[in-house]
């Protein structure tokens, strides 16, 4: 499954994919052409389209949706917006991270698979630390998917300063001037207002609260939730909710709770170890106890979708 980022979920500066730049003059606002400084790489290094035009550009897949159209358009008008104010960007078009897809039970086979040796996903990062597929692993939060972060190091803190000023950014209030706020502009429209947004807001959990109440009225899920229950009952779990909408995630839920308050790579081997051993026991109970209510639930999901939205 692959999901592209949406301007406005660009990350911080410091990891947008930020390049640098060939060397800013004295006053500090822009490069100067003729200092030597740092030059580019056209070849980034993200999870993202490689296919680029003569001056970088990200070429836009044929078969693109909609909104992996606009995230295109808007690294493409962030680079070119950048390269008229002196600097250079490597425009770059991130993946969602879908190394958990399989925990969820949608696909029997493949939760099976999944959970026999990370469980939950949860301890599994703290016995696997050198495996930068598996999350929460040191390896994995040493990832760098910006392809720039390497030019932006080596900058000076004038050249630093000089290029977030042109990039600009999001804050709390909005985006700043600058490129980001150009490129979004010109790929997803203006900025909306709070009122604007608030209404958006309203409106996306009036549609949640539609699709979750259709689901746990379902007699058939609400049958099966209650038979998923009463096996995780007897399997010594403690049920906190027979909803159709989150029995599936109970226990996980519940274990996620229970992890140490200042992250999993704190705990030794020998203790991750033992965590994931328990955790695994746990998951395969859990999606064994509800194997039929998963194969009921996940194609009514699939009509009735929903994703909670909080603010």
């Excluded at 000089?162 to 997803?188: F, I, M, N």
Aim: net charge neutral.
């Amino acid at each position: 499954m692959s999901f592209i980022l949406k301007g406005v979920a660009w990350p911080a500066v410091a990891a947008a994919g930020v390049l640098a730049l060939a060397g800013c003059s004295q006053g500090g606002d822009g490069p100067s052409a003729s200092s030597g400084g740092i030059t580019s790489s056209a070849s980034g290094g993200s999870a993202s389209s490689s296919a680029t035009s003569a001056k970088g550009d990200l070429a836009i897949p044929a078969d693109a949706d909609d909104e992996t159209r606009k995230a295109y358009v808007a690294q493409n008008a962030l680079a070119a917006c950048m390269r008229a104010k002196g600097f250079t960007y490597t425009p770059h078009v991130m993946e969602y991270d879908d190394s958990l897809k399989d925990v969820d039970g949608q696909d029997y086979e493949a939760a099976k698979k999944f959970r026999n040796k990370y469980g939950f996903g949860l301890y599994a990062g703290a016995v696997y630390r050198n495996d930068p597929n598996v999350q929460g692993s040191e390896a994995y939060n040493k990832k760098d998917t910006s392809p720039d972060t390497a030019y932006r190091n080596a900058l000076t803190p004038a050249q630093k300063k000089a290029y977030d000023k042109a990039l600009g950014g999001r804050t709390a209030t909005g985006l700043t001037p600058g490129c980001q706020k150009e490129a979004e502009e010109k790929a997803y429209g203006p900025e909306k207002s709070k009122a604007e947004i608030d209404k958006k807001t309203a409106e996306d959990k009036e549609r949640a609260l539609a699709a979750k109440q259709a689901l746990n009225g379902d007699s058939e899920l609400v049958t099966l939730a209650q038979q998923f229950a009463s096996c995780l009952t007897k399997q010594g779990f403690n049920v906190t909710t027979t909803q159709p909408t989150e029995i599936g995630d109970m226990v996980k839920f519940q274990l996620s709770g229970q992890t140490p308050p200042n992250g999993i790579l704190a705990l030794s081997k020998s203790e991750a170890t033992a965590k994931l051993t328990q955790e695994i026991g746990l998951a395969k109970k859990d999606l064994e106890c509800g194997k039929d209510f998963r194969a009921a639930y996940f194609p009514k999901l699939a009509k009735h979708p929903f994703e909670d939205v909080t603010g």
